[in-house]
T-cell receptor
Framework: GENVEQHPSTLSVQEGDSAVIKCTYSDSASNYFPWYKQELGKGPQLIIDIRSNVGEKKDQRIAVTLNKTAKHFSLHITETQPEDSAVYFCAASIPGNNDMRFGAGTRLTVKP | EAQVTQNPRYLITVTGKKLTVTCSQNMNHEYMSWYRQDPGLGLRQIYYSMNVEVTDKGDVPEGYKVSRKEKRNFPLILESPSPNQTSLYFC????????????FGPGTRLLVL
């Protein structure tokens, strides 16, 4: 089955800097890649997703890039703010499957 | 307000005592799923349901049961809980499949002694 690895496990940046979180997946058939943000004491919330027919997607300060050849995708957060501090999860899904495989998560801390 | 609710939010129990964690959504979603979250392991899918009376195993189904008798409800049942089921549990729902936005509940923290 699909296996998703996520790095780094923790990331600390200064406010205003950029943050990058990277995930790799094992099954080349995967074609849906969401990113979820989990704030303390809450359930995860989708922040952006990408499907394999595009290489990059942006939404204001957040972007996701996908490299299908290398089987990795990354979350980029620019101009980080303290409210970006949270745990971020990547995930991958194979067409025809209805399960979702998540990475282990990255705890991002943005220092004011 | 569109939401996924879970009850209880916190539960302490003992080994072998059957328990049920309820999950309900008010968005008329067809797809519902249960995950457990453990440090260093992220979110792992336990079971999912594509619609009423349609359920399937996820990545870690051992020791769990589910049912989907109504579209809005998807309870998670632990027939004989063990300490290795101590975890943070999340229910989620989406319109039709896992391959679209999943809306998560607030979580249930379970401790099995």
């Amino acid at each position: 089955g699909e296996n998703v690895e996520q790095h780094p496990s923790t990331l600390s940046v200064q406010e205003g800097d950029s943050a990058v979180i990277k995930c790799t997946y094992s099954d080349s058939a995967s074609n849906y890649f969401p990113w979820y943000k989990q704030e303390l004491g809450k359930g995860p919330q989708l922040i952006i997703d990408i499907r394999s027919n595009v290489g990059e997607k942006k939404d204001q300060r957040i972007a996701v890039t996908l490299n299908k050849t290398a089987k990795h995708f990354s979350l980029h957060i620019t101009e980080t703010q303290p409210e970006d501090s949270a745990v971020y999860f990547c995930a991958a899904s194979i067409p025809g499957n209805n399960d979702m495989r998540f990475g282990a998560g990255t705890r991002l801390t943005v220092k004011p | 307000e569109a939401q996924v609710t879970q009850n209880p939010r916190y539960l302490i129990t003992v080994t072998g005592k059957k328990l049920t964690v309820t999950c309900s959504q008010n968005m008329n979603h067809e797809y519902m799923s249960w995950y457990r979250q453990d440090p260093g392991l992220g979110l792992r899918q336990i079971y999912y349901s594509m619609n009423v009376e349609v359920t399937d195993k996820g990545d870690v189904p051992e020791g769990y049961k589910v049912s989907r008798k109504e579209k809005r409800n998807f309870p998670l049942i632990l027939e004989s809980p063990s300490p290795n089921q101590t975890s943070l549990y999340f229910c989620a729902s989406s319109l039709t499949t896992a391959r679209e936005t999943q809306y998560f509940g607030p979580g249930t923290r379970l401790l099995v002694l």
